[in-house]
């Protein structure tokens, strides 16, 4: 077993820092402009950088052992899988399962005292 612990300089830790604040940066710039159907995909892909260079430096996963590279990134296909059946189930609905607004919204609401008690 690797007990060996790796530290960070200062310089690298400055550098890693620095990159996520531009990267926060170009996060809000984009946010306020509009790139149509390319928005969400490069919020993701912001998103995406940024975590990976937290997980990789600032957790230690590009230092740790090989296990648990593959424990993190087995996670995500988890993800994919709970991802897919979700929207396989949300996808292929029939039109008569959905409760309409108007039902939710204008149904009445019973107080304590006037629901029947037995």
Do not use: Q
């Amino acid at each position: 077993m690797n007990t060996h612990h790796h530290i960070l300089s200062v310089k690298h830790c400055s550098i890693i820092f620095g990159t996520l604040l531009i990267f926060t940066l170009l996060t809000v710039a984009a946010a306020h402009m509009d790139f149509g159907y390319f928005n969400f995909p490069l919020a993701m892909l912001i998103a995406t950088i940024k975590a990976s260079l937290v997980v990789f430096y600032f957790m230690g996963l590009k230092f740790d052992s090989t296990e648990n590279r593959v424990i993190f990134f087995s996670s995500f296909i988890f993800l994919a899988i709970f991802i897919v059946l979700i929207s396989s189930d949300v996808l292929f609905r029939k039109a008569d399962v959905y409760v309409p607004h108007n039902e939710i919204f204008n149904a009445k609401k019973f107080s304590s005292e006037e629901v029947p008690h037995d």
